[in-house]
């Protein structure tokens, strides 16, 4: 059982419930956390429109005050998309976000069109060399530029040198995602990444709220690892997250 859930999706991008909807299901699951955390504004399908930022924030402000039994975390989970490490992180807002989790997706607009190579990479040239390259240094690049807590759902749809990724995440704190709907990596790159220093998250990727809290999925692949489940941060108790807003909402200003 996780003490909170640190990644969860409402209709601001694709989930199917509201905010407080996941409020609720946290509640009913028996969580003392939630974050909510959608998509980035660069997903084309699924991403937050910036301009409906601000009614986000404060819904999430609102859900704070009135339930009380549950620290209400602030969220976005960004995208990587380019090779030097840009992430779609709302610059204006992100010091009002408590937890910032970053992933690669497919569908995202590219800020320059050189972008759209490593981006497309992924999509016509999975498996050679150069989009693993790429991808490598797209995760890499960001985790040095950007205070990136979590990397959701690590190597789904994209090859990457998860050593030199385990490194960088290990060396800045960034947490490393067993996501609750997807299992994208093995028993032996777990054990890899904890031996690089890395810790662990266990998040549910909500995307109804029925699934706040559920992550399942991961419970075979880790007891296959062998490692203990002190590495993983939020079984015990909460997490500590870079930009140190979460101990507001845990003292509910
Ligand atoms: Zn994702
Ligand atoms: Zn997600």
Redesign the pocket.
Same mark, same amino acid.
């Given at each position: 059982m996780m003490y909170g859930d640190y990644?969860t999706h409402t209709t601001y991008s694709h989930g199917t419930g509201g905010v407080e909807d996941n409020v609720k299901a946290a509640i009913a699951a028996g969580l003392r956390e939630i974050a909510v955390t959608d $998509?980035g504004p660069r997903h084309l399908l699924a991403g937050i429109k910036l301009r409906r930022i601000p009614e986000y924030l404060g819904e999430i402000e609102r859900m704070r005050a009135a339930y009380p039994e549950i620290a209400v975390l602030s969220g976005i989970?960004a995208n990587f998309i380019s090779v030097r490490g840009d992430i779609d992180l709302p610059e204006e807002y992100a010091d009002r976000l408590d937890v910032v989790?970053c992933?690669?997706?497919k569908g995202i607009r590219p800020m320059k069109a050189g972008d759209a190579v490593y981006l497309l990479g992924n999509l016509v040239s999975k498996n050679s060399k150069r989009t693993l390259v790429r991808n490598t240094d797209a995760y890499v690049n960001a985790l040095a530029r950007n205070d990136i807590d979590i990397i959701?759902?690590p190597c $789904?749809d994209c090859r990457i040198d998860l050593r030199a990724v385990g490194t960088a995440a290990a060396e800045k704190g960034t947490l490393i995602e067993l996501?609750g709907?997807r299992v994208s990596m093995s028993a032996d790159d777990l054990v890899l990444l904890a031996s690089l220093g890395c810790k662990f998250i266990l998040d549910s990727?909500a995307h109804r709220p029925d699934r706040v809290g559920c992550a399942d999925i991961q419970t075979e692949v880790w007891k296959q690892s062998g490692l203990p489940d002190e590495l993983i941060v939020n079984l015990a108790g909460a997490p500590h997250f870079m930009r140190g807003k979460a101990e507001r909402a845990r003292r509910r200003e």
């Open positions: 990644h $998509h989970e989790v992933g690669y997706h959701s759902h $789904h996501n709907k990727d």
